[in-house]
């Protein structure tokens, strides 16, 4: 099953700093390369505007989604909050093209 999921930076992200130099990007990092090399996210990258987060995740179910991304130090903090999750019925993909 596949998921976009829409998140949004808040809570104590400092917008004068680039992502790169936010407190616990380290961690945030290896946590985010690791759901990649899993094949949990398959797309990501901030949306126009820096503020929001598009996802393109590969989950059983939307809990699995939150559970997953939960355990991420910036979720943790409230750095990033879960804006939405939806189930995404791909019908065209050429990313094997």
Do not use: C, Y
């Amino acid at each position: 099953m596949f998921f976009a999921v829409r998140l949004e930076r808040g809570g104590p992200w400092d917008w004068s700093q680039d992502l790169r130099e936010q407190d616990g990007w380290d961690e945030h990092a290896r946590f985010m390369d690791s759901l990649v090399e899993d094949g949990f996210v398959l797309l990501g990258r901030p949306l126009d505007g820096e503020r929001e987060i598009l996802h393109a995740i590969s989950a059983p179910s939307e809990e699995t989604v939150r559970e997953r991304l939960a355990q991420d130090n910036w979720h943790q903090n409230g750095m990033l909050a879960i804006k939405s999750v939806e189930r995404w019925t791909i019908l065209l993909d050429g990313r094997q093209a």
